[in-house]
């Protein structure tokens, strides 16, 4: 057959992916350790870590295996941990008393995280009342049961006072408030705390994909968050809160599905020059453990593409419960 360059049979793209060390000069997509987040959750009052039945292989943390997993996360050269705190369900209440208490398991876990590894980490808060209410709401409920945007502000900005007071390094408020940002970076300011850094969860979609999460902060969720958290066939709309959190003040912005969203990563990451997250959430773990338990994908591989997904799509740090162990694979070259 007569070559004929600029098409078939002269253009073959094969060759570049002729052999191992072929494919890995020319990828386009890298992951690095760095760019790995860890979510974390510490629960109150327990002496063993407590398994999740819907998350295998994530467990609620003890204060001092948070510690161990903490040091862990630094030896394994990821870039943070998001620490998620699981109270009492006696110290619950109608507005989140823990979240704001300076001896609430939150807080607690941030100081001895900070003890632990210092700044070789970058401690992150979840900054949000869900895990602290007897309702499950992320904020505070009027009169009538709806979550109330404005009271619930008030309520963020002590979280970020004490959360910051606590030592940690970046707080991410998840709640989906109109205002939260500019209401959080005010309080850190006022306080003293420029340096304290916001990870505004930018896009939060109602995803049926939190479920096992639920399980993981022990939730006492009633109802649904589809009046707070954004609707899923919307997209220009979360360029529009994107507008609003670099507006008031956000430093980092991030997309939470992963997945299922990374149309909206990629709108996300062409319209910034602020760092870019996207949150590969308990949903999408379980549906990879779950498949590989039966046999049906290869769970390395199948860890290994999404998260390169995820990062294709425009994320530069990416908040997943594999990240120690994915992070532990790359440094061994696998």
Known sequence: MTARYGGFPGARPRRLRTTPAMRRMVAETRLHPAELILPAFVREGVSEPVPLASMPGVVQHTRETLRKAAAEAVEAGIGGIMLFGVPEEAKKDAVGTPGTDP??????????????????????SDLCLDEHTDHGHCGVLDAEGRVDNDAT????????????????????????MDGQVGVVREALD??????VSILAYTAKYASAFYGPFREAVGSSLKGDRKTYQQDTPNAREALRELELDLAEGADMVMVKPALPYLDILRRIADAVDVPVAAYQIS????????????????????????????????AGMILTYWATEAAQRLNRGE
């Open 190 to 195: 006022g306080a003293g705390y420029q340096d």
């Open 153 to 176: 502000l008030e309520r963020y900005a002590e979280m970020a006072r004490v959360q910051a007071d606590a030592g940690v390094h970046t707080v991410g408020p998840s709640g989906m």
């Open 283 to 314: 949903g999408e773990y379980a549906m990879v453990e779950a498949a590989a338990a039966n046999g049906w994908i290869d769970r390395d591989r199948a860890i290994t593409e999404t998260l390169t997904s995820v990062r294709r799509a425009g």
């Open 103 to 124: 001896d609430g398991i939150l807080q607690v876990a941030i100081r001895d995280v900070r003890a632990e590894v210092g700044d070789d980490l970058v401690i992150m």
